[in-house]
Nanobody, 116 residues
Framework: QVQLVESGGGLVQPGGSLRLSCAASGFTISMYAMSWYRQAPGKEREWVAA????????TYADSMKGRFTNSRDKAKKTVNLQMNCLKPEDKAVYYC?????????WGQGNQVTVST
């Protein structure tokens, strides 16, 4: 059974850091592009970062470059999003997504709140 289980969200002050993890089961993560998306209240879901299948090239949305780092641990079957220098506008529900051709699996979402 395919499953993506996210963890690591929470409340952090502006300028702080959080690390999100996405644990995969039921498929081989290196065969899928592993992405992160987020959705803030009242806004559409937006793409945050991705790590390509096989080669593992990482890409980021412009506003996350230099602050977020996406990594993959194939042995542990996890994908991690390290988020530094967090801003109030980073507040959202973050989702991990595994995608291959026309197949996509989604995690349950994890709330990140950046506030004093």
């Amino acid at each position: 059974q395919v499953q993506l289980v996210e963890s690591g969200g929470g409340l952090v002050q502006p300028g702080g850091s959080l690390r999100l993890s996405c644990a995969a089961s039921g498929f081989t993560i290196s065969m899928y592009a592993m992405s992160w998306y987020r959705q803030a209240p009242g806004k559409e879901r937006e793409w945050v970062a991705a790590i390509a299948s096989f080669g593992g090239t990482t890409t980021y949305a412009d506003s996350m470059k230099g602050r977020f780092t996406n990594s993959r641990d194939k042995a542990k079957k996890t994908v991690n999003l390290q988020m530094n220098c967090l801003k109030p506008e980073d507040k959202a529900v973050y989702y991990c997504c595994a995608r291959r051709v026309t197949t996509a699996y989604w995690g349950q979402g994890n709330q990140v709140t950046v506030s004093t």
